[in-house]
T-cell receptor, first 112, second 119 residues
Framework: AQSVTQPDIHITVSEGASLELRCNYS??????LFWYVQSPGQGLQLLLK??????LVQGIKGFEAEFKRSQSSFNLRKPSVHWSDAAEYFC??????????FGAGTTVTVRA | GAVVSQHPSRVICKSGTSVKIECRSL??????MFWYRQFPKQSLMLMAT?????????EQGVEKDKFLINHASLTLSTLTVTSAHPEDSSFYIC???????????????FGPGTRLTVL
């Protein structure tokens, strides 16, 4: 069975600074990897996904993620954070049955 | 595109009553929908997979008689929490699988969630 670890529970970053959220996965085959963002009381919005091909994936809102098979990682990055990026971020891994396993999430706080 | 709605967004009910939550894919057909439960400050836990025209598949530990799922059409799935109790209070989120081009590119689109409070 697949699993996801997000080592950072909470990250605080200054507006305009860069952001990196860590994600490590465990899965026996080639994983399907996703990053979702959740604003308070809201559902999840897909930021980006990786299925195959280029290991650097571009997403919405200026986010990107890099798949590193050797490290079993799929870290999310943004060069310059905006106050509106404050939210909960979830990494997820999917299997062939389309079920998703989510990490515990990382809360991002943006300070002025 | 790929919008999923849920209704109601919030519901408060008395212990022992049943509550129905609807999940609709508004601009695409969803042969598969998923139901998740999220506790405060925690991740999403998959409860069940709902396939149109067939019985739902429940994850281990989820009571199928308590959480009734019906996927009556390609755009609608419902979750009914029967005889609700305070411990059922949670944030319930559905997702719908959109086939964008071959099985390997499926993406799940999530609804905004339903906050259930059982008194």
């Amino acid at each position: 069975a697949q699993s996801v670890t997000q080592p950072d529970i909470h990250i605080t970053v200054s507006e305009g600074a860069s952001l990196e959220l860590r994600c490590n996965y465990s899965y026996g085959a080639t994983p399907y990897l996703f990053w979702y963002v959740q604003s308070p009381g809201q559902g999840l919005q897909l930021l980006l996904k990786y299925f195959s091909g280029d290991t650097l994936v571009q997403g919405i809102k200026g986010f990107e993620a890099e798949f590193k098979r050797s490290q079993s990682s799929f870290n999310l990055r943004k060069p310059s954070v905006h106050w509106s990026d404050a939210a909960e971020y979830f990494c997820a891994v999917g299997a062939g049955d389309y079920k998703l396993s989510f990490g515990a999430g990382t809360t991002v706080t943006v300070r002025a | 595109g790929a919008v999923v709605s849920q209704h109601p967004s919030r519901v408060i009910c008395k212990s022992g009553t049943s509550v129905k939550i609807e999940c609709r894919s508004l601009d695409f057909q969803a042969t598969t929908m998923f139901w998740y439960r999220q506790f405060p400050k925690q991740s999403l836990m998959l409860m069940a997979t709902s396939n149109e025209g067939s019985k739902a598949t429940y994850e281990q530990g989820v009571e199928k008689d308590k959480f009734l799922i019906n996927h009556a059409s390609l755009t609608l799935s419902t979750l009914t929490v029967t005889s609700a109790h305070p411990e059922d209070s949670s944030f319930y989120i559905c997702s719908a699988r959109s086939v964008s081009g071959g099985a390997l590119t499926d993406t799940q689109y999530f609804g905004p969630g339903t906050r259930l409070t059982v008194l």
